[in-house]
């Protein structure tokens, strides 16, 4: 199984699902290239993201090596794009999807950080992160915690890839006309990022493959906030097993 964190991320966007999904699958989790500890890629491209990742994976695993791909946001949009070049991806899951090209639906503008992090002004730091995880990322108050802080605010000090405009400039829906295996499509209720009951209609309608769910009570960054629901959603979908209530 390899997870592909979002935009503005890195691989501890899945801080709370790793150890539960390793108990049952080998768990790789990378940096993608631009982020965190990995190097910048190539060009500041989609396909050159796209390329290095499946050249890595295929160095570490083997390219004809079966594997089961689960992206968030922008890594959903990366791990679809992986889908249809590598071939031997087993099932597909995307969280939250970026480039679905449907409609959005704001909570608030983000704030920006960076004068605060030249100034080292750590309180004005935090309060601006804070901000920009309820407005973006999260749903309820409590979920803006110590870790979700630490998480998202290393991160963001750590990406150097923009992926906004690719992000908003749609292709999902003809990158996954280009995959044709089982493929699992989650929101968080309270997404920002889309209206989820549209998006599921747009990609999982007259498509016996896809199957769609709507996390009660998740925002954005669902497998963080609703940790439990995620991990055990992914372990049934991931285990061939049907999925309740979709």
Not at 2 to 30: C, F
Not at 60 to 72: D, E, K, Q, S
Request: hydrophobic share 45%; glycine share 10%.
């Amino acid at each position: 199984m390899v997870l592909l964190h979002g935009g503005h991320g890195d691989w501890l966007h899945w801080s709370r699902n790793i150890a539960v999904l390793a108990t049952h699958h080998a768990v790789w989790v990378p940096d993608m290239p631009g982020y965190g500890e990995s190097d910048d890629p190539r060009q500041p491209t989609l396909e050159s993201i796209v390329a290095a990742t499946s050249a890595t994976l295929d160095s570490l695993v083997g390219a004809r090596t079966p594997v089961a791909l689960v992206g968030f946001s922008f890594g959903a949009l990366v791990a679809t794009h992986l889908a249809m070049r590598r071939g031997a991806i087993s099932r597909l899951v995307l969280l939250g999807p970026a480039g679905h090209g449907g409609a959005r639906r704001p909570r608030g503008d983000l704030r920006p950080w960076r004068r605060a992090h030249e100034r080292r002004d750590l309180a004005a730091l935090r309060e601006v992160m804070r901000h920009n995880l309820l407005m973006h990322m999260l749903r309820d108050d409590a979920s803006a915690d110590d870790l979700a802080l630490r998480i998202h605010t290393d991160a963001c000090l750590r990406a150097r890839f923009r992926s906004k405009p690719i992000s908003r400039s749609g292709g999902l829906v003809a990158c996954l006309a280009g995959y044709a295996g089982p493929t699992l499509l989650v929101w968080g209720e309270h997404d920002v990022t889309a209206e989820p009951t549209q998006a599921a209609l747009a990609l999982c309608q007259g498509r016996a493959d896809r199957r769609s769910c709507i996390v009660p009570g998740a925002g954005h960054w669902a497998q963080f906030e609703r940790a439990d629901t995620i991990n055990a959603l992914l372990l049934e979908w991931l285990g061939g097993c049907p999925v309740p209530g979709i």
